[in-house]
């Protein structure tokens, strides 16, 4: 039974390996604006918006906002409007990326409230 803290050594190695690859793409706003407005970080830009705006269709709030995205939106547009509101709000770009990204959207893609409801 040697085998087993070794593959437990191995898992955790593992598992900080990828913890470390995805740090990269977490952060303040400013690395999210790097990462956007970069050739070489433009794919993972892209990935990164996509992620949160996937996740806020789905009804779930991301720094406590809500978006609602039409399915005709395309991710050009989503990182178009995170872009947008970055550079337009440099005094808050220290807030973490994500809920940054969430709020551009939420600006942008606002939920309407029906009429019947707002009483």
Sequence with gaps: MRC??????????LSKTAEAQLVSYM?????????????EGFK???????GIADS???GNPVGGKRACI??????G?????TVNYLTQNPAERHVMGSHLVAAALAQAFP??????LSK
Excluded at 4 to 13: D, G, H, K, N, R
Excluded at 111 to 116: A, D, L, N
């Design 111 to 116: 939920c309407r409230v029906p009429p019947s």
């Design 77 to 81: 547009q989503l990182v178009d409007v």
């Design 4 to 13: 087993c803290p070794l593959i437990a050594v191995t898992m955790i190695l």
């Design 56 to 58: 806020m269709a789905g």
């Design 44 to 50: 993972g830009c892209y990935g990164y918006i996509a």
């Design 27 to 39: 952060g303040d706003g400013n690395k999210v604006l790097i990462l956007c407005t970069h050739p």
């Design 70 to 75: 039409q399915k005709e939106v395309t991710a």
